[in-house]
């Protein structure tokens, strides 16, 4: 069964950091490109960042640029996200997902408040 | 960064068509922005009905459609039923492996 399984979000103060991580099954994970996708509390989509598949490029919205980095290890199938200098906006849950094929895992919530 | 579009809302009666647009501010849209389109309610991860433009993920009914019409990116719903009333979002593939989504579309299925 193909499955995206997020974990590692949490309360976290302003200008802390935060590690998500997505565990992926189901599928050969080092021959896809990933991306985090995130949604502030009644908003839209927001893509964050994406990886290509050995890890070699990535990509960052301006919004996250400079403060989050994105990774992967495919010898355990899994995709991280390193949150620093976290901001009460960037308050939201956070999907990784596989664009190509349309896999999404079901989320993980980040709050960044005091 | 680029703005993508979409119709903040829209309504179909059932059992009707009902086509909703992606586009982009200061260009056209072309099969090389890779569309996808989500489906979500409330609560809910989105779920994937189309990508590559026009290819209907798996399991997704065939009366849910992508294409490109004249300078956007579109999704027709072909028979619409009232569990189709949802959030759509288009995103975006632009240059420099950047992904772009819209604002969303409300679907009132009345």
């Known amino acids: 069964e193909v499955q995206l399984v997020e974990s590692g979000g949490g309360l976290v103060q302003p200008g802390g950091s935060l590690r998500l991580s997505c565990a992926v099954s189901?599928?050969?994970?080092?021959?896809?490109?990933m991306t985090w996708v995130r949604q502030a509390p009644g908003k839209g989509l927001e893509w964050v960042a994406n990886?290509?598949?050995?890890?070699?490029?990535?990509y960052y919205a301006d919004s996250v640029k400079g403060r989050f980095t994105i990774s992967r290890d495919n010898a355990k199938n899994s995709l991280y996200l390193q949150m620093n200098s976290l901001r009460a906006e960037d308050t939201s849950v956070y999907y990784c997902?596989?664009?190509?094929?349309?896999?999404w895992g079901q989320g993980t919530l980040v709050i960044v408040s005091s | 960064q680029p703005v993508v579009t979409q119709e903040p809302s829209f309504s179909v009666s059932p059992g009707g068509t009902v086509t909703l647009t992606c586009g982009l501010i200061?260009?056209?849209?072309?099969?090389?922005?890779?569309t996808s389109w989500y489906q979500q309610t409330p609560g809910q991860a989105p779920r994937t009905l189309i990508y590559?433009?026009?290819i209907r993920s798996s399991g997704v009914p065939a009366r849910f459609s992508g294409s490109i019409l004249g300078n956007k990116a579109a999704l027709t719903i072909t028979g619409a039923q009232a569990d189709d009333e949802s959030d759509y979002h288009c995103?975006?593939?632009?240059?420099?492996?950047?992904?772009?989504f819209g604002g969303g579309t409300r679907l009132t299925v009345l």
């Open positions: 997902a596989r664009f190509r094929g349309g896999l």
């Open positions: 189901g599928f050969t994970f080092n021959t896809y490109w």
């Open positions: 990886i290509n598949e050995d890890g070699s490029e990535n």
């Open positions: 200061s260009d056209s849209v072309s099969t090389n922005h890779y």
């Open positions: 590559d433009t026009n």
């Open positions: 995103v975006l593939r632009m240059g420099g492996g950047i992904w772009v």
